[in-house]
């Protein structure tokens, strides 16, 4: 069990750019989700995927975020011309979906911090 | 409406003792999962204990232990003989049962400052 592993940790960019984020979940893991923190604030759900599909997103979700799970291992998380408002801590969590149900708790990668100037 | 309220945004304690922060939540789900997490400055959310709304005792791990009033609707976490490693953000978290996302929901945090 190595983890969730994201990538970059940090990122800065310029307001308007595109920016990409890598997560790889625990390998056995089928469910894996995105949240998106600011500080001083708890994490808020951005995505859902169980496998390679995307079942649920947030509202939060605008159309300039993007994210995708390809072939149900690695997933991706991409924000269309940044805004300063984008800045935050984005985390992954990835889960086992198996008969514990609700029991289940979401292991959390260290995230990664976007800083949009 | 909030589902996970934590109503402290800081507390201190002081080395060794004990401390208990707060969390109550809202569902009409009669079945629904409690988690609390820990993060440190580090960033990582570290899972600390689980309370399942049909478990008939609290939970317990280690130095760890919940307190689920579920009449109360309520979850605290209590840390007993505190270290000053402890010192970090809680966040308490709910799963509801009809959600088939099994998303967790979090409140705002309490940052737990302990003394030496």
């Known amino acids: 069990d190595t983890g969730v592993s994201q990538n970059p940790r940090h990122k800065i960019t310029k307001r308007g750019q595109n920016v990409t984020f890598r997560c790889d979940p625990i390998?056995?893991?089928?469910?894996l989700y995105w949240y998106r923190q600011t500080l001083g604030q708890g994490p808020e759900f951005l995505t859902y995927f169980q496998n390679e599909a995307q079942l649920e997103k947030s509202r939060l979700l605008s159309d300039r975020f993007s994210a995708e799970r390809p072939k149900g291992s690695f997933s991706t998380l991409e924000i269309q011309r940044t805004e300063q408002g984008d800045s935050a801590m984005y985390l992954c969590a990835s889960s086992l979906a198996d008969w514990t149900g609700v029991r289940s708790p979401l292991h959390f990668g260290n995230g990664t911090r976007l800083t949009v100037t | 409406a909030q589902k996970i309220t934590q109503t402290q945004p800081g507390m201190f304690v002081q080395e060794k003792e004990a401390v208990t922060l707060d969390c109550t939540y809202d569902t009409s789900d009669p079945s629904y999962g409690l988690f609390w997490y820990k993060q440190p400055s580090s960033g990582e959310m570290i899972f600390l204990i689980y309370q399942g709304s049909y478990d008939q005792q609290n939970a317990t791990e280690g130095r760890y232990s919940l307190n689920f009033q579920k009449a109360r609707k309520s979850a605290n976490l209590v840390i007993s003989a505190s270290q000053l490693g402890d010192s970090a953000m809680y966040f308490c978290?709910?799963?509801?049962?009809?959600?088939?996302?099994?998303?967790?929901?979090f409140g705002s945090g309490t940052r737990l400052l302990v003394r030496p």
């Open positions: 390998s056995e893991h089928n469910r």
């Open positions: 978290a709910m799963r509801e049962g009809k959600d088939s996302s099994y998303k967790l929901i």
